[in-house]
């Protein structure tokens, strides 16, 4: 059954320094998402991703973070300077076209980020 | 500003219980609602209701969603301890179909 992979699993990092977490969508689905969670908290939407553009972001995603659909394949968010509250699990999602596919989400396994 | 309501937020069953989780929505523009069964990682993908008072069922769970009273309950039964996980509740909302997430209902199994 098709999935969505991330890498890495886990990745430490120094506050400031610079972070790319890196999604694998299903192959044939063109709307993409990042999600994060912070412990304890709710899953809370970042951006949406469509046609090589963002389509949506929430107030969270300030100018820190960047994403990018570098080929066919892949999907990535970049942390350009982190901060300590960035630490977080960051999801990816995506979905197929069509009413609703389009609002069915499938999820990758995260990527737990820890900023020290 | 869309918002997704789940009680409770915990619940401790033992094997074989019956367990009811609530979801209530507020949304500007609905379209469906979502559950989701988180164990330690990634939320995977359980119902989608987009219509009232049709039930939705795989094995020993269903879902029935009631958009007049605008909330929906998902059923377990013969609870297992597999069954242990956060289960979330979320609904699609804006052009582009962002999720809202509800806190999530914890559930634990005992044998």
């Known amino acids: 059954e098709p999935e969505v992979t991330q890498t890495p699993s886990h990745q430490v990092t120094q506050m400031g320094q610079e972070v790319i977490l890196r999604c694998v969508p299903i192959?044939?689905?063109?709307?993409f998402y990042w999600y994060r969670q912070i412990l304890g908290q709710k899953v809370e939407f970042l951006v949406s991703?469509?046609?090589?553009?963002?389509?949506?972001k929430s107030e969270i995603f300030d100018d820190q973070f960047s994403v990018e659909r570098p080929d066919g394949s892949n999907f990535t968010l970049k942390i350009r300077s982190t901060k300590l509250e960035d630490s977080a699990m960051y999801f990816c999602?995506?979905?197929?076209?069509?009413?609703?596919?389009?609002?069915?989400?499938?999820f990758g396994p995260g990527t737990r980020l820890l900023v020290l | 500003e869309d918002k997704v309501v789940q009680s409770p937020l915990s619940l401790v069953v033992h094997e074989g219980d019956t367990v009811t989780l609530n979801c209530s929505y507020e949304?500007?523009?609905?379209?469906?609602l979502l559950w989701y069964k988180q164990e330690k990682k990634a939320p995977t993908f359980l119902f989608m209701l987009?219509?009232?008072?049709i039930e939705k069922k795989s094995g020993r769970l269903s879902s029935i969603l009631d958009k007049k009273e605008l909330f929906s309950i998902l059923n377990i039964t013969a609870t297992q301890t597999g069954d242990s996980a956060i289960y979330l509740c979320?609904?699609?909302?804006?052009?582009?179909?962002?999720?809202?997430f509800g806190k999530g209902t914890l559930l634990t199994v005992n044998p």
């Open positions: 999602a995506s979905s197929g076209t069509g009413h609703l596919y389009q609002e069915t989400q499938y």
């Open positions: 192959s044939n689905h063109l709307y």
């Open positions: 991703f469509y046609n090589n553009e963002i389509s949506e």
């Open positions: 949304v500007t523009n609905f379209r469906s």
């Open positions: 987009t219509s009232s008072g």
């Open positions: 979320a609904v699609p909302g804006g052009s582009n179909y962002k999720l809202t």
